[in-house]
């Protein structure tokens, strides 16, 4: 199987579904709800399990109820947490999330910042076939990153604002969200932001724009990756698939082309059902659903 190391936060989620987003206060009744682990690295790294890698998790948690309930959710997808830190003067970190019927999302989350001191732990680490790390803890990142660099591995930084220089410098490969683009190069045009990175950085760059898909630059070319179109129910979480999907295609070998379609039909696919986890799909699930999209663009 393919190893994965995935780095960054972990969470636990308190999901509701209704009609439309709060606006006032008042009290609401939720079509659907249910609770369940989150966070970047968490979803990401459950993602990536769940399409066939073997996933390493490395992560700062509090030794708190809400932490045993977070290493228990990743444990259950066979997620290898013994990475996963525990400490006593930590607060693990939690979410409160709302959905509405066209499947956007509002989050309220709650974290202490992520802790410096077991930093040393990366160096325990086995060599993986890929690394992947989320900004929400830059010097892990970083230190995930160079590890990438050091062993000649793809080492994947899934970009959400704010993010560091030197994480974008340092991975071989950076996915960006819409926002985190536009925060990290201050241009609101998706292309003349990444133009502006491609003229100081040598690494392969992209950013991610939900149902218009994935833009990057072949040659200083500008190019689309469209995502298939579905009825979108719920679009949490749909980017860490994506970058646990992305991450897993190349270290399986595939270009970076291959690997964003990849991770297109992925996110796709989770998109279509309620939950962050609930909603990822399967290796099998993936490829069935590749075969349709390629039989419905034949008919066109």
Request: hydrophobic share 40%; proline share 3%; with cysteine.
């Amino acid at each position: 199987m393919t190893k994965i190391l995935v780095t960054g936060l972990a969470t636990l989620d308190l999901i509701f579904r209704l009609e439309n987003l709060p606006t006032i206060g008042e009290k609401y009744r939720a079509i659907e709800g249910l609770l369940s682990g989150g966070g970047n690295a968490g979803n990401a790294a459950v993602a990536t399990a769940r399409l066939g890698g073997k996933v390493n998790i490395f992560s700062t948690l509090g030794k708190d109820d809400v932490g045993d309930l977070i290493l228990k959710g990743l444990q259950k997808e066979g997620i290898d947490t013994r990475y996963a830190i525990q400490l006593k003067n930590h607060k693990s970190s939690f979410s409160s999330i709302v959905i509405d019927k066209f499947g956007e999302r509002q989050i309220i989350n709650c974290r202490n910042t992520l802790s410096l001191e077991n930093l040393n732990v990366l160096q325990n680490i086995p060599i993986q076939d890929g690394y992947l790390a989320d900004s929400r803890w830059d010097e892990a990142a970083v230190s995930t990153l160079k590890m990438a660099n050091q062993y000649s591995k793809p080492g994947v930084l899934d970009a959400e604002a704010p993010v560091s220089y030197e994480a974008v410098s340092t991975a071989s490969h950076v996915a960006f969200s819409r926002q985190g683009l536009r925060d990290f190069t201050q241009h609101d045009d998706l292309l003349m932001g990444l133009r502006s990175l491609s003229s100081r950085l040598d690494n392969w760059l992209c950013v991610t724009d939900g149902p218009s898909g994935v833009y990057y630059l072949d040659q200083g070319q500008p190019r689309n990756v469209q995502a298939p179109k579905v009825l979108a129910v719920d679009t949490l979480g749909a980017g860490d698939v994506w970058h646990g999907a992305f991450v897993l295609g190349l270290a399986e070998g595939k270009n970076e082309l291959d690997s964003v379609h990849f991770a297109n039909l992925a996110a796709a696919l989770k998109c279509t059902r309620f939950g962050a986890r609930a909603g990822m799909p399967t290796r099998l699930e993936v490829s069935d659903f590749d075969l349709s999209f390629i039989k419905k663009s034949e008919k066109k």
